[in-house]
């Protein structure tokens, strides 16, 4: 076999495991957008035989949708917010002053991340409970910012390394303050990195089922993560069509939010010309 066959294989390999892997995204996207439109939808990918919105109609009620998607902004807009700020704080220390601390920090809090959702939800659950933080939205905002805190912070004091350190030098000599070089120098300059982590931070939030479920007890405080679940109803009955046209719904703050920062994080970090040897 010469070597331009082996390379033609070698591409029909790689070609075939993408269009597998593109398959297994594609089918469920299109079961979705396809059953929405369905009036007899059901578990199978299919041209509907009429296409009709009465399923949107169904869900586009106050208690079906627009409380649920509302508490879902609350809680993971705020949680979001609070990540990225606190990130903001912690990452610059980590990434400007050098200390034998930094190191074994960084391990813990990347330690923290591979704990089990479940194996600490028992004793924040307690916790929550004996400071009266429990069935509130200030709690779980609280406690959504604590779970994505030690990713976002590796993510930002990466991101923030890529900033020079002598444009801040130069901004202390004008007489500026670290928390002024902060807002005004590091913080414009690496947007891209700030973009990532506000939407890894806020996608985390926005798919989760069990936090919520956990530490809110009141039905009106529910978010979208968890009053989906009433479209799968009793002995393994399933209105298709409805569940369908709501995740289309509850999917639409994720994909603005994507479409609006996209441009920002393309355009990378225009440093090249910033600092001059």
Known sequence: MTAASRRTNRRLAADTGLLVVAAAFVLPLAWVLLSALDPHADLRVKIPDGLTLDNFDAVLTPDVTFTPLLNSLILCGGGTLLTVVCAT???YPLSRFRSRFNRPFLLTILFATCLPITAVMVPVYALFVRVNLIDTMQGTIFFFAASQLPFAVWLMKNFMDGVPRELEEAAWTDGASAFQSLA???LPLMGPGVAVVT???????WGNFFVPFMLLLTPDQMPASVSINDFFGNRGTVVYGQLAAFSVIYSTPVILLYVLVARRVGGGFALGGAVKG
């Not at 939407?199 to 939030?205: K, L, Q």
């Open 184 to 186: 005004r120098i590091v």
């Open 89 to 91: 704080l912690a990452a």
């Open 199 to 205: 939407v890894f931070s806020f996608v985390m939030m």
